[in-house]
Nanobody, 118 residues
C-alpha cells in the first residue's frame, strides 16, 4: 500500500486545517499519527477500514475528525481549534490491526508538517 499525505501548513491558533492521505488501497484500517523531534510518535485518530468506527487520541478528541472518501481512496483528518501544541509532523498509516500503537501499522506515508503559530 502506498500512502501520500498532504495538506500541512502554517495556521494560527484557533484555526483549522485539513490533512489528506491518498492510498493505493483502502482495505486497511487507516490512522494518523504525529511526531515532534525527540519524542515518540503519538496516535491521533484511526478509522476502521470497512465501516464508520473511529478511535481518537486524547489530544484529538472533540477537535479532530477522521473520515474517508472511498471514491478517491482518501482518508482525511479535519483539525479544528488548533493549538500551538498541535505543531508536529503528521503521518498517515495503514494496517490490519485496530490499535493506537504505531508498531501495529504496516504502511506509512511521508509526513506533512503542521505548524500552529501566530
Amino acid at each position: 500500500v502506498q500512502l501520500q499525505a498532504s495538506g500541512g501548513g502554517l495556521v494560527q491558533p484557533g484555526g483549522s486545517l485539513r490533512l489528506s492521505c491518498a492510498a493505493s488501497k483502502l482495505n486497511y484500517n487507516m490512522a494518523w499519527f504525529r511526531q515532534i523531534p525527540g519524542k515518540e510518535r503519538e496516535f491521533v485518530a484511526a478509522r476502521w477500514w470497512s465501516g464508520g468506527a473511529t478511535l481518537y487520541g486524547e489530544s484529538a478528541e472533540g477537535r479532530f475528525t477522521i473520515s474517508r472518501d472511498i471514491g478517491d481512496n482518501t482518508v482525511s483528518l479535519q483539525m479544528n481549534r488548533l493549538k500551538p501544541e498541535d505543531t508536529a509532523t503528521y503521518y498517515c498509516a495503514a494496517g490490519s490491526q485496530w490499535d493506537k500503537r504505531p508498531s501495529h501499522y504496516t504502511f506509512w506515508g511521508q509526513g506533512t508538517q503542521v505548524t500552529v503559530s501566530s
